[in-house]
């Protein structure tokens, strides 16, 4: 090792430079390669350290904009100590020299030249706490030194520094995630409704005579459609007991990052909803629907046929022999006995994660209205299949394997239309049947009796409201005259206490 040390004159300004010098059969041995990401990831940490203090530093110093008086301030304070550090040897001494008059030179020094006063023309009487010599003083200031400037001390929060900002960094960064996350599960839910329609493209493209379309024009390009980022529709139409079917894929919504955060807490799986609108001819007058538990209550309290038809629920482990979380509404017992059969019930057992629910209805209207918006007639129903899967995604599962899993699912849709198609109702059962739809149908007629008569009400004020108006346009005085006394003699009627005759 060899020091190579340099001092200069000034006592103030030392420079040392040391150089260390190995020789080569004492040089360390080369860095192992597997070590380089490790060495690496702890540069850059030192790296980040020094950059993050030297950042801070920097910013406190660019901050003060009185920097230059600083500096200025430092040099005076420099030279004045210099100064008062000189030797005593070098003051000049007033000795008294003989044949000089000293009283002479104190005179001629004591010569001043007085400036007027500005405050002269002031009463000292006025002015409470004034002072004359006090106020006409002017402040001795050096010739060397400038004015005495103070700085004002900043919080360490109004501090230009990268802690300042540390709620933007944490919403650029949440920003940042929610778009990575946003293409991340938009491309997901993709690659799952494209894997799902390859599998099944040619089973469908079997069964019926249109794939893909919905009958629409614009359609140019028939195949699955997208109605959202987590929502795939595709429309089949062209095969006997039914007008078209309707498979709609609903998948998590993988690209919003708060829908995922809240699936943590209320899990949720991807689900495929088929729904089959059946032909008038082709399905006779029952509602029946198997569904897991969670489901079946959801069902039942919002479906506006099974609330009303199928109130009660049954279990359907003792007679049918399916899982215990499966639950039976049926609002015919010949139905269920018939359309479950052993074929239906094995599919059931042998894959009961992917089965949600079963749903046969020739009332079918969607969801319950509510009593703002009820309705003022009969809802519209329709004959419908409709069957709930889900896509077993979890648990280690692959797209392709999952896929695979729901193929008997969707050889039940087949299976269970062409019973449906066949399925006829005793005579006793359609006789109850039609007697619970007749029941509803009064029930909703005096439901809607009070609304039906305050509409006709409304109508027929707003047609004398008409007639008045039109009366009062003509200027025949005889026509006004004699619809005044008409509209009296309906109001004397009106107010007459109603007399109901009997006969004797």
Not at 55 to 80: L, P, Q, T
Not at 185 to 192: F, L, P, Y
Not at 341 to 360: M, Q, W, Y
């Amino acid at each position: 090792m060899q020091n190579l040390s340099h001092q200069s004159g000034d006592p103030k300004s030392r420079l040392q430079v040391t150089i260390l010098v190995r020789n080569s059969p004492n040089m360390s041995p080369p860095v192992d390669r597997s070590h380089w990401l490790t060495i690496f990831a702890l540069t850059l940490l030192f790296l980040s350290y020094n950059i993050a203090n030297a950042g801070v530093n920097h910013v406190d110093i660019e901050d003060n904009e009185f920097a230059e008086f600083e500096d200025f301030d430092a040099e005076e304070m420099v030279i004045g100590s210099a100064a008062e550090n000189k030797p005593v040897e070098q003051e000049d001494v007033d000795v008294p020299q003989p044949g000089k008059d000293p009283i002479g030179d104190d005179e001629e020094e004591a010569t001043v030249e007085t400036e007027d006063n500005e405050f002269e023309h002031v009463d000292e009487d006025e002015y409470e706490g004034y002072e004359k010599d006090s106020s006409s003083a002017k402040p001795d200031l050096k010739l060397n030194e400038g004015p005495k400037i103070t700085f004002a001390q900043l919080p360490a929060h109004l501090r230009s520094n990268w802690e300042s900002y540390y709620l933007e960094l944490m919403i650029l960064a949440g920003l940042v995630l929610y778009f990575f996350n946003f293409f991340l599960g938009r491309s997901k839910n993709q690659r799952i409704a494209e894997t799902w329609y390859e599998a099944f493209k040619g089973q469908l493209q079997d069964n019926f005579a249109l794939v893909g379309d919905d009958g629409k024009l614009e359609n140019s390009t028939p195949g699955l459609m997208k109605e959202s980022e987590n929502v795939y529709l595709l429309w089949c139409s062209g095969r006997t007991a039914c007008e078209a079917v309707l498979f709609e894929l609903r998948l998590l919504k993988r690209q919003d990052l708060v829908a995922m955060v809240t699936s943590l807490f209320r899990p949720q799986q991807d689900q495929v909803h088929v729904k089959v609108f059946m032909n008038e001819a082709d399905m006779d007058s029952f509602v029946m629907c198997l569904a897991a538990k969670k489901t079946a209550n959801r069902l039942a309290r919002e479906m506006a046929d099974i609330s009303v038809y199928c109130p009660e629920k049954k279990s359907a482990v003792d007679k049918f022999g399916l899982p215990s979380n499966f639950v039976l509404l049926s609002e015919i017992g010949e139905v269920a006995t018939t359309l479950l059969d052993t074929r239906v019930c094995a599919l059931v057992n042998k894959i009961p994660e992917v089965i949600e629910s079963i749903h046969f209805s020739d009332q079918y209207s969607g969801p319950k209205q509510t009593e703002e918006a009820a309705p003022s007639k009969m809802p519209d129903v329709k004959k419908m299949l409709i069957f709930t899967f889900n896509l077993p995604l979890k648990n280690g599962k692959s797209i392709t394997e999952a896929v695979e899993i729901m193929r008997p699912a969707i050889m039940l849709i087949f299976y269970c239309m062409e019973r449906v198609k066949r399925f006829r109702l005793s005579k006793e059962s359609k006789a109850k049947a039609d007697k619970n739809r007749q029941k509803v149908e009064e029930a909703f007629l005096k439901s809607t009796h009070a609304a039906r008569a305050e509409a006709a009400a409304a109508r027929r004020e707003e047609k004398r409201r008409l007639e008045k108006e039109k009366i009062l346009q003509d200027d025949d005085p005889e026509k006004q005259r004699k619809w005044e006394e008409k509209e009296a003699k309906r109001l004397a009627k009106k107010r007459m206490p109603k007399m109901k005759a009997i006969k004797v």
